[in-house]
């Protein structure tokens, strides 16, 4: 009876040291120890976030609004540095050179990387090979990249020069000539990032259900039908992302321009994150700079947004 009795008993009616209450109360306890745990080691990512990535992004966005030379007090300027940005020839320039880099360099990354990672489906036992010699540019330093791109854009011991000499067709001077120095900071781009594309590529290629491709094969279509009817709209989702991030990025080059022509870039080479360094540390004008910095922070939301939007229209989702 007192067994019965205990049981029929609610929770609120039930003592701390019956059986039922302790196991509770012990999972809460872990619980809440496994949380705190989870938090403390999150704490040192968090705070260097905050310190490193929070607090100067709020900071600039309110020197943007200020003249300032880092040093001195700040005075209020208003609207004033965004004018100044805006209609000065210069960062118009830089703001050129910028989008001509990324209209090389996107559609460069991604055809390529596209194309070496349907050369990699067949490349059996040696993929893993293959994969690694492509992707070891994207984890070496651009600063490294850069120099040893400096010394094949050489005009005087070039050997890339050299090929097209002996193939007879003429070596640009790629640095010195304004034509050439934006596609040069172009191929630089397309060679250190293109085993990142590859491995996106090769997992997107891989997620595709076979069953799409046997049927297109049924059908009697082509590699080329298969690719551009099958491959490709399943692939839609990955070259939408590699697309988004491209842009990103391409929007922010400033490592090869700085170790190819220090503090001293021409015209021809000067690009919008370029500006935003010299303006602040070469011209110490950290009110422009921050300007100049949340323009480019709008414009790459505004394109990022737009790629968004138009998704509905060719990216094609599987279940």
Sequence with gaps: ??????????????????PDVRPDRRSRRRRRGDTAAGYLFLAPQLLGLVVFMVGPLLFALVLAFYHWDGFGTR???????????????????SAVNTVWFTVLQVPGLMLTGLF????????????????????????????AVAAIWLWLFNP???PVSNALRGI????????????????????????????????MFMAGLQSIDRSYLEAALLDGCSEWQ?????????????????????????????????VFFGNGAPDSARTIVYEVVQTAFGEFNFGEASALALL???ALLVVTGCQLAAQKRWVHYTE
């Design 1 to 18: 009876m007192a067994v019965s009795s205990a049981r029929s008993r609610t929770p609120a009616q039930q003592g701390p040291g019956d």
């Design 75 to 93: 005075s209020f300027a208003g609207l004033s540095n965004f004018v100044d940005v805006v209609s000065s020839p210069r960062i118009q320039r």
């Design 116 to 143: 070496f990672a349907l050369l990699m489906q067949r490349a059996g036992k040696l993929t893993p090979v293959y994969r690694l010699a492509f992707f070891a540019p994207v984890i070496t330093s651009s600063v």
């Design 156 to 158: 005087d011991i070039s």
């Design 168 to 199: 007879g067709l003429p070596a640009p001077n790629w640095l010195q000539d304004a034509r050439f120095v934006i596609p040069a900071f172009a191929i630089v781009g397309i060679w250190q990032g293109l085993g990142y594309q590859l491995v």
């Design 226 to 258: 298969k690719l551009r009817h099958v491959t490709i709209p399943l692939l839609s989702p990955t070259i939408l992302f590699l697309s988004i991030t491209s842009i990103i990025g391409s929007f922010q080059v400033f490592d090869y321009i700085y």
């Design 296 to 298: 480019l922070f709008l």
